[in-house]
């Protein structure tokens, strides 16, 4: 008989935050929110699993718009608050955290972008054996998570896609087997009936390996995603309409 003893530790992590507060009287009491998790396995048995994809790749994401907006001379009418949480790998704990105590009231927020493993190109793995159908070439594509409760920010990537030209997939959001949906921290917001979406490049061999590593990062369409991540951060803080959340969609959807 082999027993296995596990172990428990107790520790304290935090969110990182930042504000960019929006230009006009009004409307810079709302917010959109650019967030991404930090954290990653770390290391353990004398393996050091380095996480560039999961989730330094989101992390970067973040900080880049962040330095972005923030150099802007001209600031968007909406105030932008970039978040990093903490404890996403435990159980999405600094989301959850930060939706129970927010910055600013939960219910000006407007629309969530979430990153969460940006910097590869989706290639069959454990995750979707069996499960979901992996296209051959996946170099230019990005899956949006979430938009079938939100058709009014799929609209808004979409527009500010046509001056980038990345090719976009709501597979996920027909998934049943995995809860995709569940999985990243734009979930939190979407339970508050908040318009959030999981910008997401897909699994692959190395998601949770000590082989996730720099190398291997598509920075191509890294800069392509967040070159449409900054043209619809400027939609959603500028336009006179944001995106709504609808609670029961239709099902359905395109690829």
Sequence with gaps: MRIVIGQQRRGTSYNVLGLVEGRDPTLKRETIVFSAHYDHEGAWDGNIYHGADDNGSGTVGVLELARAFAASPQKPKRSLLFV???????????????????LRPLETTRAVINFDMIGRNETP????????????????????????????????VERANEYV??????????????????????????????????????????????????????????????????????????????PRYVARPAMGGSQ
């Design 125 to 156: 793995s454990r995750q979707t054996e069996g499960l979901m159908d992996i296209a051959l070439d996946t170099s230019n594509e990005l899956n949006l998570i979430g938009t079938i409760n939100t058709p009014d920010y799929r609209a808004a």
């Design 165 to 242: 030209g990345l090719r976009l997939n709501d597979k996920w959001d027909r998934d049943a087997a995995l809860n995709i949906i569940q999985r990243s921290d734009q979930f939190p917001f979407a339970l508050h009936d908040i318009p959030a979406i999981w910008w997401f490049t897909g699994f692959h061999p190395d998601y949770h390996q000590t082989t996730d590593t720099v190398e291997k990062i598509n920075f191509t369409k890294m800069e392509k995603i967040l070159r449409l991540a900054y043209l619809t951060g400027w939609d959603f803080a500028n336009a006179a309409a944001t």
């Design 84 to 102: 990093i949480f903490a404890a996403e790998e435990r159980g999405l704990l600094g989301s959850y955290y930060y939706v129970a105590h927010p």
